[in-house]
């Protein structure tokens, strides 16, 4: 804005001591609620010396000493006081600054009223500082603003009392050091004053549609990419996601909040999608950002070489995949020194190349023959010379290319696969050995497994995922060929669109300069473009099947980890074996080894073994034995069926079940094993693992590598990083939404909660270890590295559960000792001191700590109190208020959105200890066996799934093997309507009623049909 000319107003100060702090806190004036910010403090300024302004001012406003209109301020002693009115900027509304007349009014009122304490006029008239009226005679404030010089000069006033304000300068050293700053840094750490949800709120909230980000913010998120779209629109695009929910995901993110926090706690802000949805945008938002990142390096390297103009960094920015990008840059990549072109290039024939198509009637081919010369020894070899460096232009035209693509879109492009010369020579060899009684080698076997994709053809538009998969894998592996087959109309049409349209000669052309183009286009067709369309649609087929791999993966290990555990019983766990025995574990129904043996149940003295079992099994009362399936597993299922069917372990009723065992073996011998179980054999603690894992599914399997349980298919041909990645996000997903008890948890568990590492759960577990069990919430803001964000982001998923305070210690001690904190962290030196030592019943629940308020108010008002939640009489007060009035209406009158108040009903009306896995399935225990050799085609069975894959399920039936449910068999109208939007429709630990269809003994396999999903 215009710098106003300063008038006798400006003029009427004094300069004395007190004069100092009015000064600068009028040159912050008009964002006086930032002076409140601790983060932006900088107590340097305050050691400036006091008879200047800053360091650096101009000094001539020391002359302007008029006090014409000085003495009226002396009549109003009460000015002091009449900055409590602007001392409430916590509604951070100045940050939509007043309009400039406004502000040049209140600055001329309030310098009129103002009395020589320059301090009276510092609080009152923070907002008047556009007027221009620099009581140090520096720059205004909106040329401050221009050169940043202002926001250094506004950190320098700070809030004073009002008793400091009546004082003046005495104390304005200290008072300049910003002391009222420091106490509200310390208050606002862990302060959830309002939900972020509330905040984020609009007058479209209600139907679900918060706020995009602002303009301002949209054009910061462009700048800071620096590309030419828009991020939040190109996201919206690609994701099929409404525009306002892709800004407001962007924001989260960038807040780092984390996946399972935005989908329980801000579900408002993203229209309720799921996590899988949120990280499939989280995703390719990450893909934008890497995109953007390459394009800067693209752009630097074309800029070191010389080559880049505006109208190519515009077409790079503009880029919206990596392969477009690719596709822009590529007539600019360096080629090999060797290639055809790089060789008539060195020949100095470039320019021969370009007449041929600009000005072929000038273009004499003789006169470039230079006898002796290789490749210009003749008119052939000039020709041949000018047709490669042609060839290489087209092949690297963006034009040509578009062209070309566009062609093969239209048309049926296949990839073929055959086996390799070197694996049919491997075969034959194989074939003479076994005539000669040698045997076979296991190659032969493992070329076998193909066998499906010896000659095998698939248009790329309808290829199946696991296909694709199969094929680089085999390709890899040296056993299959493969190419891309486009049809040779598209050749056809391609050389004739060059011949007659972009690669045609401006002038008259002699018929053997014609042929020249002919053979170059031709030529770069078959030798250039050809192998870069393959390759081409082989990334694009293996970047599909890998996403929808790592997508299957994600889906199977998110059923195996919500399967209901099973509680209250004491299980053996068994891990069997022929030679070195089944290692058997006795497991407490909280999971303590009660003991461990092994026994020899495939040897002789089978008797003496069965008799060891039914020892174990009475002295423990165990009822549940869990059985492995790996080694020996259906010699030990028979073993264990013989004796149940005896009733052998009378009086008590024994039931066996069989799990997966993968991961325990690599488990048993991690550092997590030995941290856990030292004194254990690493035999023993797999037969621990494996009990454990019908126990507590979830807090057992997110101790393996989630590539070791044994889930999805072609975990090695996809990428390693982008699986892990993957599959991390859902074992944090579902560790915060089970929750986790965190006075009994392990430590391991504890870094898959949302928002803390491997260093927090540490911490956290050594406090535990040190101070007693947590009371309640509050005590983790004592354990260091539980900074504010990080206690936003995991205190909903953990909870304080009662009972296990009492089991875990009976003698509760006070939790913290206040040197604590400032160890940790000295800025919350004083909220260690209010933190409570009693119990709180919230802390129980799934509720947030920013909506306590909220759910105590909620409570009021139902009529009940915090000691009732989860009871029976507190829900039906719940249920009763909620039939009378809307969630929407109680919503309204709680100043809260109807998603966090249904939030709350949910965390106020659960039982106490409330698992939702519950609604999952539990192991299937059973006491007899059947085997594959009783299978008869059209048998119905039931049975659960094993493993999902992306041409199938397999459902174990209790023969030994898993069948095999085609993906062409499960068919919508033999689903419940809740899976029906799922890619495949079924998981591991689904109970599926299913008719036999076909049985190969020899092979092992068995064919499955679907009859319906048992709930």
């Not at 020949?347 to 006898?371: C, F, I, M, N, Q």
């Not at 300069?513 to 031709?522: D, H, M, P, S, T």
């Not at 081409?536 to 555990?565: D, H, W």
């Not at 019983?569 to 030679?579: F, H, K, L, S, T």
């Amino acid at each position: 804005m215009m710098r106003r000319p300063r008038t006798t107003t400006a003029k009427a100060v004094t300069y004395n001591e007190i004069d100092l702090d009015t000064s600068f806190s009028q040159e912050s004036g008009d964002k006086e609620d930032e002076d409140w910010s601790p983060s932006e403090t900088k107590p340097k300024a305050s050691t400036r010396p006091g008879t200047s302004c800053a360091d650096g001012e101009k000094k001539p406003p020391v002359k302007r000493t008029p006090k014409a209109k000085e003495p009226k301020a002396p009549k109003e002693p009460k000015a002091p006081k009449e900055p409590k009115a602007p001392k409430v900027p916590r509604e951070r509304k100045p940050r939509t600054r007043k309009p400039t007349a406004e502000r040049k009014t209140q600055a001329a009122n309030s310098l009129k009223d103002s009395g020589d304490s320059g301090l009276a006029g510092s609080n009152g008239e923070k907002i008047t500082d556009n007027s221009g009226e620099d009581k140090c005679g520096t720059q205004t404030d909106s040329t401050k603003e221009e050169s940043g010089y202002r926001m250094k000069e506004e950190r320098v006033s700070c809030v004073l009392s009002e008793a400091q304000q009546t004082d003046g300068g005495a104390d304005e050293g200290s008072s300049l050091y910003g002391l009222g700053t420091k106490k509200e840094k310390e208050e606002d750490d862990f302060t959830f004053d309002e939900p972020c949800l509330k905040k984020q709120k609009t007058s479209a909230a209600c139907l679900g549609q918060p706020a995009a980000l602002p303009s301002s913010a949209e054009r910061f998120q462009r700048n800071e990419l620096n590309m030419s779209w828009d991020l939040v629109e190109l996201l919206s695009t690609l994701t099929c996601v409404e525009r306002w929910v892709c800004a407001n995901i962007v924001k989260l993110l960038r807040e780092e909040n984390t996946v399972p926090f935005i989908v329980r706690y801000r579900k408002e802000m993203i229209n309720h999608m799921d996590a899988d949805a949120v990280r499939d945008v989280q995703m390719v938002y990450e893909e934008l950002c890497t995109l953007a990142k390459k394009t800067q390096s693209v752009v630097q390297t074309l800029k070191k070489d010389g080559v880049l103009t505006v109208e190519l960094e515009e077409n790079l920015r503009s880029c919206r995949s990596a392969d477009e990008l690719d596709h822009v840059c590529s007539p600019y990549k360096k080629g090999s020194k060797l290639t055809k072109a790089r060789r008539a290039k060195a020949l100095g024939l470039e320019a021969a190349a370009s007449a041929l198509t600009e000005s072929p009637h000038t273009l004499d081919l003789r006169s470039w023959v230079k006898p002796g010369t290789e490749g210009l020894s003749s008119v052939e070899e000039v020709a041949v010379g000018v047709g490669h460096i042609l060839a290489d232009k087209i092949s690297k035209d963006p034009e040509t290319l578009t062209y070309v693509k566009t062609l093969c879109e239209k048309s049926l492009v296949t990839i073929q696969s055959s086996v390799s010369k070197s694996a049919t020579k491997e075969k034959e060899t194989n074939k003479q050995r076994a005539e000669q009684n040698q045997g076979t080698d296991k190659k032969t076997k493992d070329i076998d497994k193909f066998h499906l994709y010896f000659d095998f053809t698939s248009n790329v538009q309808r290829i199946q995922p696991h296909q694709t998969l199969a094929i680089n894998r085999g390709e890899s592996l040296k056993f299959l060929t493969v190419k891309v087959n486009i049809p040779d109309w598209v050749k056809i049409n391609f050389t004739d669109w060059c011949i007659n349209n972009r690669w045609r000669p401006k002038t008259f052309a002699r018929e053997e300069l014609r042929a020249i183009i002919k053979g170059a286009v031709e030529d770069s067709y078959k030798r250039l473009i050809l192998p870069f369309l393959s390759r081409s649609y082989r990334t694009k087929l293996t970047n599909a099947a890998e996403k929808e791999s790592i997508a299957m993966f994600g889906q199977n290990l998110r059923q195996c980890l919500l399967v209901c555990p099973v509680r209250g019983c004491v299980i053996m766990g068994v891990d069997p074996g022929y030679r070195h025995g089944c290692k058997l574990a006795v497991l407490s129904p909280t999971s303590q080894i009660l003991h461990t043996d092994i026994v020899y149940l495939h040897n002789s003295g089978q008797r003496r073994e069965a008799e060891k079992l039914r020892h174990l099994m009475i002295t423990y009362s165990c009822t549940r034995v869990v059985i492995g399936n790996g080694t020996a597993c259906r010699e030990t299922e028979s073993f264990f069926s013989d004796l149940i069917s005896r009733r052998y372990f009378h009086p008590l009723d024994v039931s066996y079940c069989i799990t997966n065992e993968a991961g325990a073996s690599i488990y048993s011998v991690s550092p997590e094993a030995v941290k856990e179980m030292p004194d254990l054999d690493p035999n023993l603690r797999s037969a621990v693992s494996i009990g454990r894992r019908v126990q507590d599914p979830l807090a057992e399997l997110v101790k393996i590598d989630p590539k070791h349980i044994g889930i999805g298919t072609y975990q090695h041909d996809v990428s390693a990083g982008a699986l892990k990645a993957a599959l991390d996000g859902v074992v944090e997903e579902c560790v915060s939404f089970v929750g986790v008890d965190i006075n009994i948890c392990s430590e391991v568990l504890m870094r898959h909660v949302a928002g803390l590492n491997a260093g927090t759960a540490r911490n956290l577990a050594e406090w535990r270890e040190q101070k007693g069990p947590f009371i309640n919430r509050e005590q983790l803001k004592l354990v260091k590295g539980m900074g504010p964000k990080t206690y936003q982001q995991c205190v909903g998923f953990i909870r304080i559960n009662p009972q296990t305070i009492q089991s875990v210690k009976p003698s509760l001690q006070p939790a913290p000792t206040l040197p604590e904190k400032p160890v940790a962290k000295k800025s919350k030196g004083k909220t260690s001191v209010n933190i409570p030592t009693s119990f709180n019943p919230l802390d129980q629940t799934c509720i947030h700590p920013e909506s306590y308020y909220v759910a105590q108010r909620f409570i009021s008002l139902v009529g009940g109190t915090v000691d009732q939640i989860g009871s029976a009489d507190l829900r039906h007060c719940v249920e009763r208020k909620v039939r009378t009035s809307s969630v929407e209406e109680l919503a309204f009158t709680l100043d809260t959105t109807p998603e966090t108040l249904k939030l709350i009903i949910d965390g106020l009306t659960e039982p106490p200890g409330f698992d939702m896995r519950q609604n999952f399935g539990k192991a299937d225990f059973k006491r007899g066996i059947v085997s594959m050799s009783d299978l008869r085609v059209g048998a119905v069975l039931t049975g659960r799934v094993d493993n999902t894959t992306l041409f199938g399920a397999f459902v174990d039936i209790g023969v030994g093997r898993s069948g095999l449910i085609h993906k062409s068999n499960i068919t919508l109208d033999k689903l419940p309507v809740s899976q029906r939007r799922r890619s495949l429709a079924l998981g591991p630990g689904e109970r599926v009623e299913v008719r036999v269809l076909n049985v190969d003994a020899q092979r092992g396999r068995i064919g499955l049909d679907l009859i319906r999903v048992l709930q």
